[in-house]
């Protein structure tokens, strides 16, 4: 009777197979292909189940039926159908080195979201939805501001106990912020009883799901679907491919990504001083990605006085070994006396040049160049040399736009666009910029200075 169940249920997306076709539209960029599907003695490692269900196996679609075993393990609904599909050839496809990189990161997350998820008594599967939110970086933060590893916003974060302070956000905090969200996936559950429907709420906020409930008058997410905003319509659908993908990306040939984390035993070391981050991965010897890892909740990439930082244990007793020259090369570094990732750059001010667009083009603030070149006002005179700091490998053309120029006499007829399309790299605002121009009209016979690329 069970199996009976199972082929009218999975109906409507299977598909017998005609030759090497085997599902109704084949998945995009899979890697699989239908002879190792196929493969009795594949099936046989794969799967434990009865050589009737094995001959199955032959005419239906692996996919649907994977997804059933996934099943069959939690409370949650892990159904296959054509929203779903898509996702997952996603996930099998142009995305797979997301699901690479996700394999190789889930080891240093998935036990802590386990351990608590089961304390809370949820279902093991809402680990899976960290990729979904945050592709496992405890630094993500979306354009809304929802920030972490569990894309909490402000308020909400707030609101399950997360601090956020200017140097400190509580919300990037892989233990707080998994705390958190247990406690909000309890309290979601609670007001809508079904788990399809608590993924939808983290989406798009509870009210907002219980208006749609109340309109179109269903609490069956799938019956809910088309009446949902895209991004809560799939998000369902996404979280029930990743999970597929994360569970079988070696069988469709995807394999894991090791990071570059370097684990072991930790310490901590008190600053004594305000420290930036590539400045304590230069003098540490420790690459930003295990910096980042060990110490998540640091908003920006600086660390302030009587921040406490956690390292691998030998490098923690190598710093306070070294302390003494340590600081003293960390004050180097803020003199300018030591450059890391940085070179230094003499500017020459040209006629219409202000401090906002230098800055702007060396990526920069204006404070800075007055800092390094000791400025006590923004004037500035033609000829002045600005010495600034700029990112090693940075794009050096805003140099050469005003290391050189020719001059350009204006034609009847001319536009500042046109005069610019005839230069490659060549913009109308650089043109005014150079000329200190306040409008775009151009009288003929006037002489305009045009920057050589």
């Known amino acids: 009777m069970r199996k009976i169940i199972f082929l009218i249920v999975l109906s409507p997306f299977l598909i017998f197979a005609n030759g090497d076709s085997f599902i109704t539209s084949q998945p995009i960029n899979t890697v699989v292909t239908t002879d190792s599907i196929f493969d009795e003695a594949f099936i046989e490692n794969e799967v434990s189940a009865d050589k009737e269900e094995l001959s199955l196996l032959k005419?239906?679609?692996?996919?649907?039926?994977r997804l059933q075993q996934l099943d069959k393990n939690t409370p949650m609904d892990l159904v296959y159908n054509d929203k779903v599909q898509p996702f997952i050839d996603s996930y099998l496809g142009r995305n797979k080195a997301l699901i690479s990189r996700m394999q190789g990161l889930a080891p240093y997350y998935f036990p802590l979201f386990e351990q608590h998820l089961d304390k809370y008594n949820l279902p093991l599967e809402f680990k899976?939805?960290?990729?979904v939110e945050s592709a496992l970086n405890p630094k993500a933060r979306s354009r809304s501001g929802a920030s972490g590893l569990w894309q909490f916003m402000y308020l909400t974060g707030k609101q399950y106990g997360l601090?956020?302070?200017?140097?400190?956000?509580?919300r990037q905090d892989p233990l707080k912020a998994t705390i958190a969200a247990c406690e909000y996936f309890v309290k979601l559950y609670d007001t809508?009883?079904?788990?399809n429907l608590v993924l939808a709420a983290y989406n798009g906020g509870p009210g907002y799901l219980q208006r749609k409930i109340a309109s179109v008058g269903t609490s069956n997410f799938w019956e809910l679907h088309p009446h949902l905003r895209k991004e809560t319509r799939n998000y369902v659908p996404t979280f029930i491919a990743v999970n597929y993908a994360m569970n079988y990306a070696n069988e469709h040939g995807i394999y894991t990504q090791e990071p570059k984390i370097n684990l072991g035993?930790?310490?901590t070391i008190t600053l004594k001083k305000q420290v930036d981050l590539k400045v304590l991965?230069?003098?540490l010897c420790v690459n930003s990605e295990t910096i980042n890892y060990l110490n998540p909740?640091?908003?920006?990439?600086?660390?302030?006085?009587?921040?406490v930082l956690v390292f691998p244990a030998n490098t923690v007793n190598d710093f306070k070994l070294n302390e003494a020259s340590n600081y003293a090369f960390v004050e180097s570094v803020d003199k300018k006396e030591i450059l890391i990732g940085e070179e230094r750059i003499i500017y020459r001010v040209h006629k219409g040049d202000y401090l906002g667009r230098i800055a702007k083009e060396?990526?920069?603030h204006v404070f800075e160049i007055k800092e390094w070149n000791n400025l006590k006002s923004s004037k500035l005179d033609i000829g002045d040399k600005l010495v600034i700091y700029v990112k090693k490998g940075e794009d050096k053309s805003t140099k050469k736009v005003t290391a050189s120029k020719n001059e350009y006499i204006v034609q009847k007829g001319d536009t500042l666009w046109e005069i610019a399309q005839k230069h490659e790299g060549l913009s109308v605002w650089k043109i005014k910029a150079l000329n200190n121009l306040e409008t775009d009209n151009l009288k003929p016979g006037t002489k305009i200075l045009i920057p050589i690329s």
């Open 59 to 65: 005419e239906e679609n692996i996919v649907a039926w």
């Open 128 to 131: 899976y939805l960290s990729i």
């Open 163 to 170: 601090e956020v302070t200017s140097y400190m956000d509580e």
């Open 192 to 195: 809508f009883g079904d788990w």
């Open 265 to 267: 035993q930790t310490d």
């Open 281 to 283: 991965s230069e003098l």
């Open 297 to 307: 909740s640091y908003k920006k990439e600086v660390y302030p006085q009587g921040a």
């Open 362 to 364: 060396h990526k920069v």
